[in-house]
């Protein structure tokens, strides 16, 4: 298997949770080491010889080229992923999240070899909604330049696989959480600046829903499509733990014995979504897979990794990252 943007928060969850109970599969991990990579997420991991790492580019041909001819599997996790920063730099969003995936396809179409390809999308190619839930056929609004490049990927591997039977499967996932995510997403950035008495910056009024899922599910949901999942096909992956950002922030500060005085209400940043819903039903009947975690044992569990590892955290935690409203800053 190739798994490329292991190094991420996601991917390197998920290569843990394969080498771990997966003997099966032998990883190669392909990543730049950009920006929500770290070379530290797997150090921990024992020598394993079924792990090999490769420092490099999706978007690099030669290199796809020479690649996917020794996989049977290729897992994209490789993306730029962070809303704000998107809306200050959009153009590196669609290098790689929409020509990187180009890149991959066109590898792949050109290999003599079959290679069956998962694409790691979001539910954020929907757009948002106000009441019940989207399915794999409702038609795609992205709202942010982030959003917007991960369905132009998408749309990219549908048309492949129709005119050069590329045998790939899309996945779009919920928000996910859990161990090694980067700072400047809503859980991690939340805890860090708790932990350092800092304000925790909340857009609008906090009111804005998404569903949580715990990284652990999420990665059994892309196993589960890798044996099972049907060529062509999109599946959305959701636990149905959906809440308002604010209460998630509450529920963090409860857990950590903060006070709400450290909420601090700033600027909302443009075009965010209000809420986000994913029926996944079609992937629950198709593999058999259900999410197993309990959440908010799983928020503990992930304040808890947070607070005991603040050696990981404190490199990667610059004032940059931890902004209030970073799609402010220049990226």
């Known amino acids: 298997m190739l798994v490329t943007g292991g190094l991420g928060f996601i991917g390197s969850n998920f290569i843990r949770s394969i080498l771990s109970n997966y003997p099966e599969f032998e990883i ?17 991991m024992p020598r394993e010889a079924r792990y090999n790492f490769i420092k490099g580019n999706i978007n690099n041909l030669d290199l796809m080229n020479d690649l996917v001819k020794d996989f ?45 390809l998962i694409q790691v999308s979001t539910d954020e190619v929907y757009g948002d909604i106000e009441h019940g839930s989207f399915s794999e056929a409702d038609i795609l609004r992205p709202s942010s330049p982030y959003s917007a490049s991960k369905a132009a990927g998408d749309l990219a591997i549908l048309s492949y696989s129709r005119t050069y039977d ?57 196993t589960s499509l890798l044996k099972k999942g049907k060529a062509g096909e999109i599946y959305n992956i959701s636990s149905g733990n959906e809440y308002k950002n604010i209460e998630i922030v509450k529920m963090i500060l409860q857990i950590m014995d903060k006070d ?14 209000t809420r986000y819903s994913l029926d996944s039903s079609k992937l629950m009947e198709k593999t058999g897979w259900k999410p197993n975690s309990n959440f908010k044992e799983a928020i503990k569990e992930t304040v808890n990794w947070y607070l005991k590892n603040e ?21």
Not at 76 to 97: G, L, M, Q, W
Not at 260 to 271: A, F, H, N, Q
């Open 311 to 331: 050696l990981w955290w404190r490199p990667i935690s610059s004032e940059q990252v931890l902004h209030p409203s970073s799609w402010k800053l220049k990226w």
């Open 166 to 222: 590329i045998d790939a499967i899309i996945c779009r996932c919920t928000n996910n959480f859990g161990s090694y995510q980067f700072p400047e997403k809503l859980i991690p950035k939340i805890i860090i600046r708790a932990s350092l008495n800092l304000k925790i910056p909340i857009y609008g009024k906090g009111k804005n829903v998404r569903d949580w899922i715990y990284v652990f599910d999420h990665c059994e949901a892309l």
């Open 260 to 273: 709400d005085s450290l909420i601090d209400y700033v600027e909302d940043r443009p075009g965010h979504d």
């Open 72 to 116: 049977d599997f290729i897992v994209n996790f490789a993306a730029e992923t962070h809303v704000d920063r998107s809306i200050s730099n959009p153009c590196s969003f669609f290098e790689n999240n929409t020509t990187g995936t180009l890149t991959i396809l066109e590898a792949m179409r050109k290999s003599k070899k079959k290679v069956k």
């Open 28 to 44: 190669t991990n392909l990543d730049k080491i950009g920006i929500g990579s770290n070379t530290t997420n797997l150090e921990d």
